[in-house]
Every structure is written in C-alpha cells, then in structure tokens.
C-alpha cells in the first residue's frame, strides 16, 4: 500500500518571504499522481497544484512550485511571496494511475502553515 | 454554480441515533467517493462508486452504508452513530479520462458531532 509522509507538523513564514513544504511517499508503482491540497479554516479543500509522475519538469502554478525527486520519492512544495491568505493546512496526496478506473487519494497527515505579517 | 454539494453542512445528534449525509455532483462526473477527517485532519477515503457501483470500500465498520441512486448523487447512511464516528466527511468526484490527472473535486465537508 503506499504511503505519504509529511514531517512538518507545522512551520511559519514571513509575509513575502519563501517557505518550502516536505513531503516523502513510498510506492511500488511507476505511473502515479501527485497533489498539493489546501484547506483553510473553511475547511474547503483547494487543489494548489498537481504533477503526474511521468514528466520530469516540475509542475509551477504563479507563486507556488513543487521540487519532484522521482527517485527519492520527494515531492516538496515551495511558495514564494508568502501572503497572509496562504494560512492554512497543506495536505500532500498521492493517487494510482490505475487502468482500473479512477483511484483514490492517499493523503498525509498534513502541514499548518502560519503566515507572520 | 456549486460543484460538489454536500447537505448538511453540521450535524449534531445523539449516540445510538442514524442519520444520513446527501452528496450531489453536477460536473457530469462517473466516480464518487466519500472521505473522513478525523479530529487530527487526518483525510482517509471511506467509499469510491464509479457509475453507481461500489469499487472501494475500506475497513469501514457496516453501520457506514453508502447508496449511489444515480451517477450524481453518492448519500451515506450512517446507523448506531457512536462518539468516535464524529469527524468531518468529504464527498468528491472526478471523472475517468484516459491521459488525464482526473482530478477530484471536494464538496464543503459535513462536520458530524454525536454527543
């Protein structure tokens, strides 16, 4: 079965200045999804950015980025330009990309970002 | 327009009661699911329906009952509601294409509360 580790807790920001969210999976597959979600306090979840594992550019989506080591089973998300809108949870997932039809996500525990005005 | 819509939005009720949580898509999706978020955000998938048939069900206890009476709508059922089932659930949907991400659409939540 795999897995997705996030082993941040939490972590704080300065508004403006860049932090970067880790996240570690552990699967036997090769062709697999990976997202970021976002929840605020609103409990919304927001997908901020997604990267199949087939390409090896890294996904970009404005101020947010992801750092994916295919090898190291890595994939990290950095937000630049930090803003006070940017507070929430951060949930890294991951999903098969089975023949068998759509798979579900498989979520880590998830990071609290605080953004420091 | 609401995507993925969820009813209610809170949920308080008493142990030993059953009650249900209704889920419609109108994104034209085939696959639903439903998730849990325990008090530790924890998000873990419950059930996935793809064209109103069951495809996953996870070590969920047979008081959760989930019923598809069309592609877009996936309702749970929850009976005997005990305090450890309080959380927040998740419905969302996505839809099979071949070469896409198929990315999943999140209703609001429901946060249940059993007292």
């Known amino acids: 079965a795999q897995t997705v580790t996030q082993s941040q807790p939490e972590m704080s920001v300065q508004e403006a200045e860049t932090v970067t969210l880790s996240c570690t999976y552990d699967?036997?597959?090769?062709?697999?999804?990976l997202f970021w979600y976002k929840q605020p306090p609103s409990r919304q979840m927001i997908l901020v950015i997604r990267?199949?594992?087939?390409?090896?550019q890294n996904a970009t989506e404005n101020r947010f980025s992801v750092n994916f080591q295919k090898a190291a089973k890595s994939f990290s998300l950095k937000i630049s330009d930090s803003q006070l809108g940017d507070a929430a949870m951060y949930f890294c997932?991951?999903?098969?990309?089975?023949?068998?039809?759509?798979?579900?996500?498989?979520f880590g525990k998830g990071t609290r970002l605080s953004v420091i005005a | 327009d609401t995507a993925v819509s969820q009813t209610p939005k809170y949920l308080v009720t008493q142990m030993g009661n059953d009650k249900s949580i209704k889920c419609e898509q109108n994104?034209?999706?085939?696959?639903m699911y439903w998730y849990k978020q325990d008090s530790k955000k924890f998000l873990k998938i419950m059930f996935s329906?793809?064209?109103?048939?069951?495809?996953i069900n996870e070590t969920v206890p047979n008081r959760f009952s989930p019923k598809s009476p069309d592609k877009a709508h996936l309702n749970l059922h929850i009976n005997s509601l005990e305090l450890g089932d309080s959380a927040v659930y998740f419905c969302?949907?996505?839809?099979?294409?071949?070469?896409?991400?198929?990315?999943?659409?999140f209703g609001p939540g429901t946060r249940l509360t059993v007292l």
């Open positions: 990267q199949e594992a087939y390409k090896q």
């Open positions: 997932a991951y999903r098969s990309a089975s023949r068998r039809g759509n798979t579900p996500l498989v």
């Open positions: 969302a949907s996505s839809h099979v294409l071949r070469g896409s991400h198929n990315e999943q659409f």
């Open positions: 329906y793809n064209n109103k048939e069951l495809i």
């Open positions: 994104l034209g999706h085939d696959t």
């Open positions: 699967t036997s597959e090769s062709d697999y999804y």
